[in-house]
């Protein structure tokens, strides 16, 4: 289904040809090729064990840049591309169409190899390295990590606007704020990467030689290799956290897919409050595990059809209590865990377990509290209909003051207002919103689905 | 009464630091600034300790400053004259600085990292520095002598593991290979990051002097924080599964404290039975949620007690639960033992078997009072036709005897 654009094809096809002029070797300078042979090996023996199911990365690609790197400062700008070469051509592609996929790899790494070998070599870095010069040697590095990061913002950022026909955006902030941004993100690994590959540059023209040299790169595999394991145990994490609210679901069969939609809820009021990426996550927690507590409430009383007797009541008011009791050992969640507890708290002070009034109820169970009513009411339940999303937000607005903060209220209007409200979304694609990818514009285009 | 391993393993190190400090001491100390700039980085990577986190290396950067002194043979070219006594010395007073700040915040001071990072630093520093001033590696020039340091670096990685398992079945009483056995294991990941950096700082310095090394240890200040954020998660994930567990006890199934009870006490039977830390952790998880299946059912069983239910009514809360445990996402080895737990023993994996004899003692022991434990005991060795396996039974015993030694 992924069908490029025909300017994609034509960039794809202009970075390429632009890559082969790249790697024509200047008339008259000889090519180490012992150098770019061993280079190129270890670059591509690298990526291929990086993708290997011994390390099982969610994140493959763009790990092993120190050898680039080192490459670009050792080695003439078109021996130093040429390194690139067979790792990006031949290594494989998850998706379609790989053919592309392939050559644009290839001709991107090409181009910012190229160019970052070729500042290295103005900035007199060759020289530095070879007098073991470690300040030149660092300056020149340092110019030549900024223009390889440059080179590939740029290069990402162009195919990212022609494919998904918008220029990266980053929330409400404008598009050049975002590619800064997206720039300033890959700048911070690839300086480490930069060190590494001086590392590995210095010790190749020490008389230590190219064994020396390859020793750099295994404390970045095994820092690479624990950075895989950290996806994937937290990968695991969040389903886990997911399973313990289906089991929610599970016995309240009529809440089915409530607590991922008032975790997007909360998400969104949060994010229009403008709180950090942080306090949005743990937020987006607060809202998915809300109603946790349930678990201690009887089946029995969850599905029961028709009036409640005040004791069965009382117990199910029971359930934030459970719910606090049960999440309070997860540091974590952090004020998620209040949310827990006081999401059912009314502003004027008649909610429960406490009574709170105002102030006292945290601001995070107040995002909650309006985020668990707006889905309860657009959503069918045992004893009412759902309600449309204007009348749920009016009835809402209504409520300001009495039983919910106005500013919450407010929050979630406006958000739905610019965003609508697309209750069919799954909790997989929330999930990515945590660190935003290059991807993510993709996903959320504003006024889509309105 | 004889000494007790980890004593001589310090008297030893005491013995080495103190006759290092007086030759030092003796001799005054050659080329200060290379000493200086290696102490500072012993220092600060001290500093970024960070203990109770389940790494094997606490400190790599330290540990991986203190092996390049070790090595050092030349700086930016020139030859060093310092001695091996020197290189100790160095490394004991930065290693003992940059911990004040850990003993001021009140973390109680433990003598083995000390003892063995003496130890092993010592040992590389005899084996080196006299054979490297007296010229004999002079033929082992350029590539050779970078593969000798790692040569050498490795051998010692090796006997610092069996030095370090040793040290923990003498503190702690639990077999000896398996304890070797998750200290290997550490090898590969960190350990091999602080080895290869030891070597590369020591031959960097001797290339460039001594820039190389703020600029080498980033990679491995890298490789530390990837670490600790995976280590971070994995107490995250252990929170999180500890909770699920509680779901029952909040339910009214099972009582406060039972899950959390039957993991730790699971845990300890797995260790005495030699299971590695990867499944030390699998144990772990199921024994938590070993009673999840409870929740499924539409009344609660008499206080929890599932040892006591008809076998096949156990067998189908066991297969309850370990559905509710494959839907989790966790190691599916998890849902595995959770179903298996009430499965007649020959049939079971060992650690469904622990599970089963723990899980039968906590509720036993818990009935009956103050002679409780005792009673539980006897009913489980008398029991282990019934289902309980007579070899846990018997480390569970053992377990329990270690307990009421050290309390």
Known sequence: MEVLPARARAYVACVTAAALICLLPPPGAPTPWRAVALLAAVYAGCERLARSRLVAAPHPGGTFHPVLLAAAFLLPPSAAALVALPGALLLSVERRPYLTRRLWRGGQLVLAVWAASRVHLAAGGRDAVTDCDVPGALAAAGAAVAVFCLVLTLLDGGILALTAGVPPRGGRAGAPDAWWRLFLRSLVPLTVHGLAGLMMALLWRSPYGPVAALLVLLPMGVSWWAFAQYHRERAAHQATIRALVQAVDIKDGYTRGHSERVGRASMMIARELGMDDERVEVLRFAGILHDVGKLGVPTRLLTKNGPLTPEERRVIELHPEYGHEMVRGISFLGEARAAVLHHHERLDGSGYPYGLAGGQIPESARVVAVADAFDAMTSTRSYSRARPVPVALEELRRCAGTHFDPRMVGALVRAIGRAGWHPAVTADDVRSTAAPEPAAPVTDRPGARR | ?407
């Open chain 2, 1 to 407: 009464m004889r000494p007790r391993l980890h004593t001589v393993v310090h008297l030893c190190a005491a013995v080495l630091a103190a006759g290092s400090l007086g030759t030092t001491l003796y001799n005054g100390v050659e080329e200060r600034g290379a000493a200086l700039a290696f102490g500072v980085l012993i220092t600060v990577g001290e500093l970024t300790r960070r203990n109770g986190t389940r790494i094997r290396e606490a400190a790599p950067l330290a540990a991986a400053g203190a092996l390049s002194y070790a090595l050092l043979g030349e700086t930016a070219g020139a030859p060093t004259r310092h001695g091996a006594a020197q290189v100790v010395t160095v490394v004991l007073a930065a290693s003992l600085l940059g911990s004040v700040p850990h003993v001021g915040r009140g973390d109680s001071p433990t003598l083995d990292p000390p003892a063995r990072r003496v130890l092993t630093v010592g040992c590389v520093a005899v084996c080196f520095q006299p054979l490297y001033n007296r010229g004999t590696l002079d033929d082992w020039g350029g590539p050779a002598h970078a593969l000798l340091l790692l040569a050498l670096l490795s051998l010692t990685a090796l006997c610092d593991a069996v030095l370090a398992a040793a040290l923990a079945h003498s503190r702690t009483g639990w077999p000896f290979l398996p304890l070797l056995r998750d200290e290997l294991r550490s090898v590969p990941g960190i350990g091999a990051a602080v080895i290869a950096t030891g070597a590369v700082m020591a031959l960097g310095v001797a290339v460039v002097g001594l820039w190389a090394l703020p600029v080498f240890s980033v990679p491995l200040l890298l490789a530390q924080l990837s670490y600790r954020r995976y280590a971070a998660v994995r107490a995250t994930y252990r929170q999180t599964i500890a909770s699920l567990a509680r779901a029952t006890e909040i339910a009214g199934y099972t009582p406060a404290g039972h899950a959390r009870r039957v993991a730790a006490l699971s845990r300890a039977v797995g260790r005495d039975l030699g299971l590695t830390e990867p499944e030390l952790t699998v144990l772990e998880y199921a024994a938590l949620m070993h009673d999840i299946g409870q929740l499924s059912l539409v009344d609660p069983v008499p206080a929890g007690a599932t040892a006591v239910l008809p076998v096949p009514e156990q067998r189908r809360i066991a297969l309850l639960g370990g559905a509710v445990v494959r839907q989790t996402g966790v190691d599916p080895r998890v849902a595995g033992i959770v179903e298996q737990q009430a499965d007649p023993h020959p049939e079971q994996p060992l650690a469904a078997r622990i599970v089963r004899v723990v899980n039968a003692y906590e509720e036993k022991s818990r009935e009956g009072g103050p002679g409780g434990p005792l009673t539980a005991l006897e009913e489980l060795r008398l029991g282990t036709a019934e289902g309980y396996a007579p070899e846990v039974v018997e480390a569970l015993a053992r377990v329990l005897a270690r307990n009421t030694e050290g309390a």
